[in-house]
């Protein structure tokens, strides 16, 4: 019998170095870990090197309000156990047709955070496939079956998600990595929500943000992980679909500037802006 379980362990230091509806994108990795990217109307998934189990990848996208969502599987585990990150309403029956499709085991839909901007689809996919938990970080104060903290794991399959807390976007803003280690796909991806987007960042004027607090988020929470680790934003609004940490370090032209003028950026017109829609 199959057990998902939550696990809490320590962060890592925090050591800083330098469309339509029906549509999807195909990410490939190279064993090197440069990602490649095909337009967002090809589907696809990737295979990890032999000493890692099969992650099934699908990046989904929903153009009204400009999100992506995150499928990632154990497919070579029996039961195939799914997740969703970052679910939108619109897009739920396309998201399970897939799921259907590949013969998966949905077990959690996840948000990284609160959305403003867009109307998760989590409790209608609730609704829709019995026995699928909800997930959201605890500081979010938002309700779900399962809440997390800097330090979990969430397990599917012999594949886990790590928690890191990414405030300052949103206070309950958490970024989810997929696992270290010889038996984890390599090179490793971060769902950073809106605290990270590719060359730009998440707007800081909602109830809960703080500039401050979100360059240093990013810096000690996403920029620590190793430079080859995959960016994937809950959104983008110029067709890119995959960065990685150091493209970011290097180009993003909000994080690389020091905190002071960084701040003054964003306390200044600069935060990035979103077009929200009502639910």
């Not at 938990?133 to 800097?150: C, G, N, Q, R, T």
């Not at 969430?154 to 803003?173: K, Q, S």
């Not at 994937?232 to 493209?247: L, N, Q, R």
């Not at 290097?250 to 020091?258: A, E, G, S």
């Amino acid at each position: 019998m199959l057990r998902f379980r939550l696990l809490r362990f320590p962060l890592y230091p925090s050591n800083l170095s330098a469309l339509s509806p029906k549509h999807t994108s195909l990410c490939v990795i190279s064993l090197s870990g440069t990602p490649s990217t095909k337009p967002r109307s090809q589907m696809g998934s990737y295979t990890t090197s032999s000493r890692s189990p099969k992650l099934l990848f699908r990046q989904l996208f929903e153009k009204e309000s400009s999100t992506y969502t995150y499928l990632l599987a154990d497919a070579s585990h029996p039961e195939k156990p799914a997740l969703l990150v970052d679910p939108v309403d619109r897009t739920v029956d396309r998201d399970l047709s897939l799921i259907k499709d590949l013969g998966l085991k949905l077990i959690y839909a996840i948000n990284t955070h609160v959305h403003a901007d867009h109307v998760t689809g989590t409790g209608l996919i609730k609704t829709k496939v019995p026995g699928v938990k909800s997930i959201i970080s605890k500081a979010s104060d938002a309700k779900a079956d399962l809440f997390v903290e800097s330090g979990d794991k969430i397990h599917f399959g012999d594949l886990f998600l790590e928690v890191r807390a990414t405030p300052g976007h949103t206070l309950g803003c958490v970024t989810y990595v997929t696992g270290d280690g010889p038996d984890q796909p390599q090179p490793r991806m971060a769902f950073t929500g809106d605290a990270l987007l590719i060359r730009g960042c998440g707007r800081t004027d909602f109830q809960g943000g703080s500039s401050e607090q979100l360059y240093k988020s990013v810096r000690s929470q996403i920029f620590s992980l190793p430079k080859e680790t995959l960016i994937y934003p809950a959104h983008d609004y110029k067709g890119f679909t995959v960065s990685t940490v150091e493209e970011e370090m290097l180009y993003n032209p909000r994080l690389t500037k020091d905190e002071i003028n960084w701040g003054s950026r964003m306390n200044n017109g600069g935060n990035f802006g979103f077009t929200v829609r009502s639910s």
